[in-house]
């Protein structure tokens, strides 16, 4: 963007940062992770809210109507706006360095770019003859279809110095042109390779028009196609402590071995003590691409946006607590992120110890299918992986489970596996520090499907939608965000829905002001695609567990219902009766419960009909709702059959809430 270079000059802003930073196992890196973690996660940290172009700073030709003096403010690396003196006829190579450059801007601006034509670095307003700036544009429209983004000129200046000052145009320049939509082509009657037509002018000499010299103005924006988007599969890493869950979804993710001493999964931890522990406790989650030819893409050349621009399916790795103590937090992961599979990691040193069985339980009590990695072989004896391998097909194959296994050595295998995964269980034995069968795994992923059914989520795309909150942030001068699970429908940008049921039983209107999905913004979110949302005006605080819907659903709270419920675990010599209070969870509510009635005291391996109510507050639950319910060694699961429906109010309030993402 030198002042008089016009297509090899050298731009500003091309360095973009990585989304992912290198952990160095050194005191001085735990010192610094939670800044690293920032840096690390800083694409999309700032949302815009859906109320027309908000850029930073204010310096833009469009601010007024009148023409800026001289110059404008000197460009700066940082942000959504970006100086071009001229594009006229790159090369191939300079085109690819200037698409880049956009896709920089456009997600400095969480979408939105603004680019000043004929400006040089200085700000300094250099002006473009009329050929040279149709060319220019051209260029930018070229530029902005490579990038997947739309192009709008806003409005022109003539900034020459023999211009006519005429009252019916401020300061000489060209009238301003008709305000259009976001994305209307402004050019539209002219053919390709056409220059564009121009606005009307008062009638001047032909050699002043030659002189003239003109700054433009132009809004990129990045396209949202609804077909465009991929499919979103969410795979939960489940196993004991030490199993190597973390370490393996960081191979997958990030594309470089293990060094084995678990260097690879500091890049999932959330935690400074999660990193000095080693051991997860919280809920954290990274993506692995495939295209539609079974390509990869990861981390390790690729940013979040081109992975998520390139692929065609996002696998979702939900990184979950092997500890009992954290117990809670996984089931949790389990019912309120409602993954399509788990992953059962086994530690092929240690066996089928620790909390694999409890696990295994909790996928088959909530009717999630799962596979087994079986990890660490190259540093344990082979028979000791065999009969690692012999003690789980033998409880794969037990009346608990019922799906034997497939152990996969092969890329036939591995398709094989995801097809029949409905079946049988497929079971993989990989190296993190090697490398060992890493490839089939990755081609089980790449044919692994959805796990509901092609018409099913037809028919849950097309309702209205419905959207389940997993998680609550409130950031100071930013206001409340919720992120969860789109279950049902379509959310846009500007769509109101209810939000609730509130402790009073009421719901609240509120107003999609902003979309995030992988640390990115969006327009929409679709069915099975877990998002951040802010929105308008929030004047009371959600919490986990509420409904995000449509108005067109019924608004109503359940305090009072009836499940079937059977007991996995009770340890106690008494029997369950009337009294008895447990943690229940359902989707994404987690509350306790208290047992009001029921047709006969029960133990462990019995069922029985009970009559439960939500002890803090009323929630939204439907009939045939999977449910599990812990206290302390005793561990059930049921299903809703009856709800006692309470009607609910809407309170209507508006105004203006931008938003970011809460990151994990």
Not at 344 to 359: A, M
Not at 367 to 385: E, H, Q
Not at 390 to 410: D, F, H, K, N, Y
Not at 578 to 587: H, K, L, Q, S
Request: proline residues 5%.
């Amino acid at each position: 963007m030198g002042q008089m270079d016009l297509i090899t000059n050298t731009d500003n802003g091309d360095q973009q940062p990585s989304p992912t930073s290198e952990f160095p196992e050194t005191k001085r890196f735990c010192e610094e992770t939670e800044h690293k973690m920032a840096k690390r996660q800083n694409l999309g940290c700032f949302f815009v809210g859906s109320d027309g172009p908000r850029h930073r700073g204010n310096r833009l030709l469009s601010n007024s109507e009148q023409l800026p003096d001289t110059e404008l403010p000197p460009e700066v690396e940082e942000g959504n706006i970006e100086y071009k003196l001229k594009l006229v006829n790159p090369n191939p190579s300079r085109l690819e360095h200037l698409v880049t450059q956009m896709k920089w801007r456009l997600r400095e601006g969480q979408g939105e770019a603004v680019y000043e034509i004929g400006v040089c670095d200085n700000g300094r307003l250099a002006g473009l003859v009329r050929e040279e700036m149709d060319a220019s544009i051209e260029t930018l429209r070229t530029m902005a279809k490579l990038a997947d983004a739309e192009c709008l000129v806003l409005k022109e200046f003539n900034v020459s110095e023999n211009k006519d000052d005429t009252p019916s145009s401020p300061r000489g320049d060209i009238p301003p042109r008709p305000k259009v939509a976001w994305g209307t082509d402004t050019t539209t009657t002219s053919r390709p390779g056409e220059p564009r037509p121009r606005p009307q002018e008062p009638a001047r000499k032909k050699e002043d028009e030659a002189r003239d010299r003109f700054v433009c103005e132009v809004l990129i924006r990045r396209s949202q196609d609804e077909e465009c988007m991929w499919t979103d599969l969410r795979v939960a890493m489940l196993g004991n402590v030490d199993a190597g869950k973390s370490t393996l979804c960081g191979v997958l993710t990030h594309g470089e071995l293990d060094n084995g001493a678990g260097k690879a999964r500091l890049n999932l931890f959330r935690h400074l003590h999660e990193i000095q522990s080693g051991h997860t406790s919280s809920i954290s989650r990274e993506i692995l691409g495939f295209d539609k030819h079974g390509r990869m893409f990861n981390y390790e050349n690729h940013s979040i946006e081109s992975i998520l621009d390139c692929s065609s399916k996002i696998v979702t790795f939900i990184d979950l607590a092997g500890s009992q103590k954290y117990l809670k937090t996984t089931v949790f992961g389990l019912t309120g992120h409602c993954p399509d599979y788990a992953a059962l990691v086994v530690n092929s040193k240690q066996g089928l110890v620790g909390t694999f069985r409890e696990h295994l339980g909790l996928t088959v009590a909530l009717r999630v299918l799962s596979f087994v990695c079986i990890t660490k072989i190259d540093g344990t004896a082979p028979a000791t992986v065999r009969r690692c391998r012999t003690q789980i097909e033998g409880i794969l194959r037990g009346p608990a489970v019922r799906r034997p296994a497939l152990v996969v050595t092969s890329l036939s295998e591995a398709e094989e596996a995801a097809l029949q995964i409905r079946e049988r269980t497929p079971v993989f034995m990989v190296s993190a520090v090697t490398g060992d069968n890493l490839s089939l795994l990755h081609h089980f992923l790449s044919r692994l499907q959805p796990a509901l059914s092609k018409e099913a989520r037809s028919e849950a795309l097309q309702a209205e939608p419905r959207f389940s909150v997993d998680g609550v942030l409130t950031l100071t001068g930013q206001g409340t965000i919720v992120t969860g699970l789109t279950t049902k429908g379509t959310i846009r940008e500007e769509d109101t829905l209810l939000l609730g049921p509130f402790e009073d039983e009421t719901y609240e209107e509120v107003t999609v002001a902003s979309i995030q999905c992988n640390r990115l913004p969006r327009r929409l979110a679709k069915c099975g695609q877990s998002v951040s949302l802010g929105f308008r005006k929030l004047e009371r605080t959600p919490r986990k567990g509420m409904i995000l819907q449509s108005p067109t659903y019924e608004s109503y709270c359940v305090k009072e219902f009836t499940a079937e419920i059977y007991i996995l675990q009770h340890t106690s010599s008494s029997k369950l009766k009337i009294g008895f209070e447990a943690t229940v969870f359902i989707d994404s509510i987690r509350q306790t419960v208290e047992i009001i009635h029921m047709e006969r005291e029960i133990t462990t391996g019995q069922k029985a009909k009970v009559k439960l109510k939500f002890v803090q507050y009323p929630d939204l639950i439907s009939v045939g709702a999977r449910l599990f319910f812990r206290n302390g060694r005793t561990k059930g699961m049921g299903t809703v059959t009856e709800i006692t429906k309470i009607p609910s109010t809407v309170n209507r309030t508006f105004g203006t809430q931008p938003a970011i993402e809460l990151i994990e």
